[in-house]
């Protein structure tokens, strides 16, 4: 089973920019879309981004759209998350996931396999 593994979280003030990026153990990586979750303390894991299994569409929450980017390098089994203009309500922990299938990401309830995270906390 692949894993996943993701860095590159921080502390970062308002306004600021992040990228965070999540590495797959194997090769499985590229016939799969991705997406990625976050969670804040006391709140329910959601959805915030995912790209298909080439890095021709990308989806984003209404929250994060226009300022996150998504998007993957298959050469190195490697997808990323560009977050920009962050707002303290961006913080949490993030997570990414393989998706279903090519083109579809699985909902929250949907995945058991999680991975650490990393955590991105947007502060002054």
């Known amino acids: 089973q692949v894993q996943l593994k993701e860095f590159g979280g921080g502390l970062v003030q308002p306004g600021g920019s992040l990228t965070v990026s999540c590495v797959a153990s194997d090769r499985t990586f590229v016939d799969y879309a991705m997406a990625w979750y976050r969670q804040a303390p006391g709140t329910e894991r959601e959805f915030v981004a995912a790209?298909?299994?080439?890095?021709?569409?990308?989806y984003y929450s209404d929250s994060v759209q226009g300022r996150f980017t998504v998007s993957r390098e298959n050469f190195d089994n490697t997808m990323f998350l560009q977050m920009n203009d962050l707002k303290t309500e961006d913080t949490g922990r993030y997570y990414c996931a393989l998706g279903s299938n090519r083109e579809h990401w699985r909902s929250v309830d949907e995945i058991a396999d999680w991975g650490q995270g990393t955590q991105v906390t947007v502060a002054s």
């Open positions: 790209i298909n299994f080439i890095g021709s569409n990308t």
